[in-house]
């Protein structure tokens, strides 16, 4: 590894550390803001150090209860602002869309370590607008859901389930729901059939426009794991480190979705399309693929939550459906039940950049939120509850991923309309250099 992989390696799974993840951890119980490790590299001193073990095991510095003694002796003995400063240092040696995503991975490797230290009383609060900036590339905004609703609106009236005013909507929504819920007990046999189904339209839809190499690399492999008690409501974990008996990666996956959680069947088909095929799994697969022939750099290896590369991978995987069918719009999709499901899915994912807005722009209670959340998107309760709870009061969460969603989604929706199939997909699935949210329009402008 050279020194810019070094670099990248502690400042990435340093950070991890810090906040309370575990890369190595196979479920996302244990994982937090690094995604993968799969380059069969030694781990760095900013994981092995015997302090990162016990600041792990204690949450890290968003734990319940902080383990002050292990967060000090981690900070004084594993030089994080040295590590991240080093990725900058050494992107300026580089020249091109590389040099720009790494600048863009320092800038919000460094947001989040300014957030921990204002975790611990050790630094000044973070800017709302600096740590949304840092992880979209683009200013604080306030969701527009109106369009989707009133889509929905529509939608369900032709279905058979009115509604003439918003207590009759939210009626309406949920009894739709109600009629199509999926039960938990089914969900790994379901989960095949339907990743099936999405791998065979992937097949026709983008790999042709991909170039040939990739059609060899598996795009779901995958399992389904129903997990109890998760504060989560669904983990994608890439893991990849298994091998052929050649050497080459087997490119394995699983996903845990929370045994507690009711879900229609059109919105589980939207959630496979972005969690499996062609969304997360199938993105992560193809990176790592790139990395083993020596087309992308060690930073492929290392993907990591709330950067600019995260928001691009999320309107990847919302838009994932969409790319499958080969459409641009969600009323292309085939069928009126699936266009309810997506325009749910994605009045969710604006409904979580509207909490974060209003809970870190705005400072709104979180009841105030969720009842936003719940009347203005749509969202199930249980939904409203974690979004502007667990997730939307996070300290790093609530200010740097939640906003992520929707800003990459509309970000892709506009690429995918703006250039042909030919030149958008092979840019945004990493084929011409990795990229994120702001770099890749380098690539399709050049």
């Known amino acids: 590894m050279d020194q810019l992989g070094m670099f990248v390696a502690d400042a990435v799974l340093g950070i991890d550390t810090l906040w309370g993840g575990d890369v190595m951890c196979p479920s996302g119980t244990g994982r937090f803001i690094a995604d993968s490790w799969f380059s069969d590299e ?114 369900l009236g032709r279905g058979g389930y009115h509604s003439s005013n918003p207590d009759g909507l939210l009626a309406a929504v949920d ?30 839809n983008l790999l042709p426009y991909l170039p040939p190499e990739l059609a060899r690399v598996p795009r779901a492999n995958i399992d389904f794991l129903p997990i109890k008690d998760a504060w989560f409501s669904g983990s994608m974990n890439y893991i990849g480190r298994a091998r052929n008996a050649d050497g080459t990666p087997q490119y394995e996956a699983n996903y845990e979705i929370n045994a507690s959680l009711q879900i229609t069947f059109p919105e589980f088909e939207q959630l496979v399309s972005h969690e499996v095929v ?33 928001t691009l991978f999320e309107g990847i995987a919302n838009n994932a459906i969409l790319i499958a069918h080969g459409v641009t719009e969600v009323d292309q999709l085939p069928d009126e039940d699936m266009q309810i499901g997506v325009l749910l899915a994605l009045l969710q994912d604006d409904a979580k950049n509207q909490s974060s807005y209003l809970t870190w722009g705005e400072g709104r209670p979180q009841p105030q939120v969720a009842a936003t959340l719940r009347n203005d998107f749509l969202v199930t309760e249980e939904r409203a509850d974690k979004l502007s709870g667990a997730w939307g009061r996070h300290p790093l969460l609530g200010r740097m991923y939640l906003p992520a969603y929707r800003a990459g989604t509309e970000k892709v929706a506009e690429l995918r309309r703006t250039y042909p199939a030919d030149r958008v997909l092979p840019a945004i699935y990493g084929c011409n250099g990795l990229v994120d949210i702001q770099t890749v329009d380098r690539i399709l402008k050049g």
């Open 175 to 204: 009894a739709w729901r109600r009629d199509r819920v999926i039960p938990m007990a089914s969900v790994r046999g379901l989960g095949a059939a339907v990743i099936a189904h999405f791998d065979n339209l992937s097949a026709k």
């Open 278 to 310: 062609p969304g997360h799994v199938t993105t992560f697969a193809y990176l790592q693929d790139l990395y083993v022939r020596g087309k992308s750099g060690f930073e492929a290896t290392v993907l990591t939550m709330n950067t600019r590369a995260a």
């Open 42 to 155: 030694p781990l760095p001193a900013a994981y092995t150090h015997p302090a990162a073990a016990r600041l792990r095991e204690s949450g890290g510095v968003s734990g319940e209860n902080v383990d002050r003694e292990a967060v000090e002796q981690y900070l004084r003995e594993v030089n994080l602002p040295k590590a991240i400063a080093g990725i900058g240092e050494e992107a300026a040696k580089i020249e091109g869309t590389r040099q720009s995503y790494l600048t863009g991975l320092a800038v919000s490797l460094d947001t989040m370590w300014d957030l921990a230290m204002e975790v611990l009383g050790k630094g000044d609060p973070v800017p709302y607008a600096r740590a949304v900036e840092a992880s979209t590339g683009k200013q604080p905004e306030p969701s527009r859901p109106e369009a989707k609703r009133d889509r929905v609106v529509d939608l």
